[in-house]
Structure formats: structure tokens, C-alpha cells
């Protein structure tokens, strides 16, 4: 049982395998910067992508419980493998008995849950990893909400490694962007709105614009989660009285501070510093 700390800072956490989840807590911090937020990448572990569902679910809890254990009362799993593989475990089976007073959220159902107001065709293109889209999640929340929506996939390995190595300005990852797009757009050329279901994609967004028509929309996860955040702190005012409001964000890494730092900044937007976390 994860004992309840008193301390008068209790910060939201906000978890990523690695960077991509630094998107989704900048557009966070514009909608509700009076919050204190505190971000964990598990770095050293990245990425989570191709690993099995135990291993993320493994990975996933132990930071989770760090967090918690770090005065954090509500907890954003800020990534769309952990979100799909982990979380509905640790909501239904961990914290009923670990921590029955706080709360973890995803990425993937605030996005499905209004999907169903960005298309006209009812055909949605879903653009994530192969873990993302092998795990099905998108198909099964999507058909809860909006089960007349036809739903297509297209796994996109490479994109993430050429994000995270700053190599996406060159005629290889024009290749590789291109070609998913096209093979996506192919499977169901009515296809009027694509999620990108990593959190990684909004920095090469225009790029894969580049590719579609005009009128499909893409769709980052970052202002949809922010503004599902304020939703929640609003319905849950029990839950908000938890989340100290000082506008303070601390960052913590797996891997090596320094490294982290200067890859960070390009999904974050801004210089930051971070502190080495051993688990």
C-alpha cells in the first residue's frame, strides 16, 4: 500500500518511455500552468514499442509507483504503448490495493472519445508504432464511442528513432514518412482524419501533411490530453485538492541526465534540466 504523503507538494506525474511524452505535457502546462508537474522518462528502457505487453506493464507500474511515491496523487501515462499495454491493468488490478485514492490516466481514450466529431467520411486513419497498433486499442476504444467509424492502421517503425536522432530533414526520412502515409491513405482512400497515436509524430506533423490532401486532418494527442486533463480536474474536485498549484516541472530520466537534457528540449520546446533516477 503506497502510504499518503503529506507533503505540501504534490505534483502531477506525467510518464513517458522516453521524450514523446514532453509534447503532450507542454501543451499540458499552456492549458493548466498553475499546476506543479513532475515528468519521468524511462529512458534507459526505450523504447517501449516492441516489447511485450508484460515488460511494458512491468516497466510501465514500477514508474508509476515511483511517481506515487513521489507525493504524485494523479498520474498521465503520456504514451501511447504504455496506455495500450499497461494501464488497464493498473487501473483495475493494481490500484485498487496499492493506491485506492489516486488515479492513473492515458492518452488513448481522450482521443477516441471525440474522434467522431473530426470525421465526415467515418474513415479514421490511426499512425502509430508496432506496439500501438499490434495492441488493437485504438480499434476497441473507438468502436465503444463511435462504432460506425471504419478504423485503419499503419505501423511506422522508423519514425521514431529518426525523431529521437533529429534526422528528419533529410530526403531518408522523406522516404520513410511518405511511404507509410501513402500505404495508410491506400487502405481506405476516404480516410478524412488521422490520429497520430504516438506522441512523438507532432514534430514531424507538417511533413506528414506534405503527404494527404488537404482536407484530412491530423490529430496530436497533446492539446486533446490537456484539455481531457482540465475536464477531469474539474469532475474531480476530490482529486484536484491533491495537485499543489505552484507552477513548478521537474524531470527526471532513467539514462543520463545530459543526454536527456539536449534531446528533450526539441519536444518540449524549451531548455530544461533533469535529475538521474536509478530503478
Not at 513548478?248 to 531548455?271: C, I, K, M, N, V
Amino acid at each position: 500500500m503506497i502510504q499518503a504523503n503529506k507533503s505540501a507538494h504534490q505534483p502531477i506525474g506525467v510518464f513517458d518511455s522516453g521524450y514523446g511524452g514532453l509534447t503532450v505535457l507542454k501543451e499540458i502546462v499552456k492549458e493548466l500552468p498553475q499546476y506543479d508537474y513532475l515528468y519521468l522518462g524511462d529512458n534507459a528502457r526505450a523504447p517501449y514499442g516492441s516489447r511485450s505487453f508484460e515488460t511494458v506493464y512491468e516497466y510501465t507500474l514500477e514508474c508509476v509507483r515511483h511517481l506515487f511515491d513521489r507525493g504524485c496523487h494523479l498520474v498521465v501515462l503520456a504514451c501511447n504503448t504504455a496506455s495500450a499495454k499497461a494501464l488497464r491493468t493498473i487501473q483495475q488490478k493494481d490500484l485498487p490495493k496499492i493506491a485506492p485514492d489516486r488515479r492513473v490516466l492515458g492518452v488513448i481514450r481522450p482521443t477516441t472519445e471525440i474522434i467522431g466529431n473530426f470525421t465526415k467520411s467515418r474513415q479514421v486513419g490511426i499512425l502509430g508504432t508496432s506496439g500501438t497498433v499490434n495492441s488493437g486499442s485504438y480499434l476497441v476504444e473507438i468502436d465503444k464511442f463511435f462504432p460506425d467509424i471504419s478504423v485503419q492502421q499503419e505501423a511506422c517503425p522508423m519514425w521514431v528513432p529518426l525523431i529521437e536522432n533529429d534526422e528528419t530533414n533529410n530526403a531518408g526520412a522523406e522516404f520513410f514518412i511518405q511511404r507509410h502515409v501513402a500505404t495508410l491513405m491506400q487502405k481506405a482512400p476516404d480516410i478524412d482524419a488521422i490520429i497520430l497515436g504516438c506522441t512523438h509524430y507532432p514534430l514531424i506533423a507538417k511533413q506528414i501533411q506534405n503527404y494527404l490532401p488537404q482536407h484530412v486532418q491530423l490529430l496530436s494527442q497533446g492539446p486533446i490530453v490537456a484539455q481531457g486533463l482540465k475536464d477531469y480536474l474539474a469532475r474531480h474536485p476530490e482529486m484536484d485538492k491533491h495537485c499543489s498549484k505552484s507552477g513548478t516541472r521537474h524531470f527526471l530520466t532513467t539514462d543520463q541526465p545530459a543526454s536527456f537534457d539536449t534531446a528533450a528540449s526539441l519536444f518540449y520546446g524549451e531548455d530544461l534540466q533533469s535529475e538521474h533516477l536509478a530503478l
